[in-house]
């Protein structure tokens, strides 16, 4: 579905992805982690075509991102972090954009916006941030476009509202779908994906299937100092020490994906030589 290849971009003189390769596939939502400023938002908006590579390629469903065909731009939607919407009523926003979209549905747009409680008939430019954040997101979930990407789509919305996200993000991936979910805010996307790619300046420092990670590695509370010790990664609590151990036992365990992004952080080498063969 996405295919990059040797993606060279930069800022004028700051570059921001130097030889970076990654491949997206239907059927999948992946996460894209890191932190602030590390290149999430650059690499959506260059698959997007909002931004042009300084070299290598990309390919969306066939698409050069950057040439913008109608064909290309009706089988794609980005959620991003900042956005503008209108100060007309929601209606009228839909009824007025959905036509781009052959695949768009009406009846799943209303479902979505009962189950994020959106007040149908207030003014876009009276809602919430929060409101409006998740009215976009109904609406790109409406579209049943191939590719969908989202750029720090729980920013902004209360505990309540990042509840209802995953809830409303757990029944919306069709088979032939793709949804790259863009963040820093590791915790909300937890039990929603199944692919994580971590970014660290402009370079890919790990990227692994949510399975692959839990046959790979153990997450487990330890009370022995000794296992801690000799640990991949470990972090002191008042109920004991939290660990990654290598899973050569092949023990089920819950992936814990804030930890494995530390870990990642600080024992990159040492955790990426478990998953080379």
Not at 21 to 47: A, D, F, M
């Amino acid at each position: 579905m996405v295919t990059i290849r040797d993606l060279h971009f930069s800022y004028r003189r700051r570059p921001v992805f130097t030889g970076l390769n990654l491949e997206l596939h239907p059927g999948h939502i992946y996460g894209l982690l890191g932190r602030n400023g590390t290149g999430k938002s650059t690499l959506l908006r260059n698959i997007a075509g909002f931004l042009f590579p300084k070299g290598g390629s990309i390919d969306v469903l066939g698409f050069e991102p950057g040439k913008r065909k109608p064909a290309f731009l009706e089988k794609l939607f980005l959620v991003p972090e900042e956005f503008y919407l209108p100060p007309v009523q929601l209606g009228r926003w839909v009824r007025n954009l959905a036509p781009f979209y052959s695949t768009f549905s009406l009846e799943q747009f209303g479902r979505y916006l009962r189950e994020f409680d959106i007040p149908v008939e207030t003014m876009l430019s009276e809602m919430s941030y929060g409101q409006q954040k998740k009215s976009l997101i109904s609406f790109a979930l409406a579209t049943n476009a191939p590719l969908i990407l989202m750029d720090e789509p729980t920013n902004g919305l209360d505990i309540l509202s990042k509840s209802q996200f995953r809830k409303v993000m757990a029944g919306a991936l069709a088979d032939e779908q793709c949804i790259l979910i863009s963040t820093h805010q590791v915790k909300d996307l937890e039990n929603l994906i199944d692919r994580v790619t971590i970014i660290e300046e402009g370079k890919i420092l790990f990227d692994q299937t949510m399975d692959r990670i839990a046959d790979r590695l153990l997450f487990k509370l330890s009370f022995d100092p000794a296992e801690a010790a000799h640990a991949l990664y470990s972090e002191s609590s008042l109920k004991g020490d939290a660990v990654i151990l290598p899973n050569s036992g092949k023990e089920d365990s819950r992936p814990d994906l804030e930890m494995l992004y530390k870990a990642i952080m600080l024992r990159g080498e040492k955790i990426n030589s478990l998953f080379k063969n």
